[in-house]
Nanobody, 115 residues
Framework: QLQLVESGGGLVQAGGSLRLSCLAS????????MNWYRQAPGKQRELVAK???????LYVDSVKGRFTISRDNAKSTVYLQMNSLKPEDTAVYYC?????????WGQGTQVTISS
């Protein structure tokens, strides 16, 4: 059974940092494109960062230079290092795995940034 479990969310002050982790199980992790999405209250879910099978990355403009996505295939884990956090980064962050034509989601982890 494929499962994605996020951790690392929390409440931090603006300017602070958080590191999100997403542990995958029940899948061949190295074959998956891994993504972090977020959804703020009243807004649509948006793609924050993507890391391809080969390690290339993509970021939404609003987080470029502040967030870093990485993956450890040996640990079946994808990370999102978030620095210089802003109140507008407040959202539920979701881990997503793309395998062939299928998409899988974690349960989400809340990130709250206080001003």
């Amino acid at each position: 059974q494929l499962q994605l479990v996020e951790s690392g969310g929390g409440l931090v002050q603006a300017g602070g940092s958080l590191r999100l982790s997403c542990l995958a199980s029940g899948m061949i992790f190295r074959l998956a494109v891994m993504n972090w999405y977020r959804q703020a209250p009243g807004k649509q879910r948006e793609l924050v960062a993507k890391i391809a099978i080969g390690g290339s990355t993509l970021y939404v403009d609003s987080v470029k230079g502040r967030f870093t996505i990485s993956r450890d295939n040996a640990k079946s884990t994808v990370y999102l290092q978030m620095n210089s956090l802003k109140p507008e980064d407040t959202a539920v962050y979701y881990c997503n795995a793309q395998l062939s034509t299928s998409n899988y989601w974690g349960q989400g982890t809340q990130v709250t940034i206080s001003s």
